[in-house]
C-alpha cells in the first residue's frame, strides 16, 4: 500500500507540475503560475528517488499510476466524465504496474 500511494503523490506532483503552465499556456493564467509549477516538478523528480526498485523499473510501474491519476484528474479537475475506454486503459495501465511493482523478489 505504501508503494501505491508514493506513486499516487508522484503522479500529482507531475500532474499539478504540468497543468500549471498549461493554465498559463493555454487559459491566460498568471505566469506567476511557474514557480509552484517548478515546485511540483522538482517534488515528481524527489518522489521518485523513494522509491526502493531500479530506476527503470520504477519509471515502467509508475506509467499505469500515473495514466489512471491522469483520468481521475479528467473527471475531478477538467469536469470531464471519463468514458468506459478510458476506465479501461485505466485498469489495463494499473494491471500492467502491478506486475512490475509486485513481482516476486
Known sequence: MKTVLLYLL???????????PWLWLRQGA???LLLP????LA????????????SGRVYA?????????AILWLWL???????PWDLAGAAVA???????AFQPR
Open 37 to 40: 509549477g517548478a515546485l511540483a
Open 61 to 69: 510501474a509508475y506509467g499505469g499510476i500515473y495514466i489512471a491519476t
Open 10 to 20: 508522484t503522479a500529482c506532483a507531475e500532474i499539478v507540475g504540468c497543468y500549471l
Open 77 to 83: 479537475v477538467d469536469g470531464v466524465r471519463p468514458s
Open 94 to 100: 494499473v494491471g500492467g504496474m502491478a506486475i512490475i
Open 30 to 32: 498568471s505566469a506567476w
Open 43 to 54: 517534488a515528481f523528480a524527489w518522489l521518485l528517488t523513494l522509491h526502493p526498485a531500479a
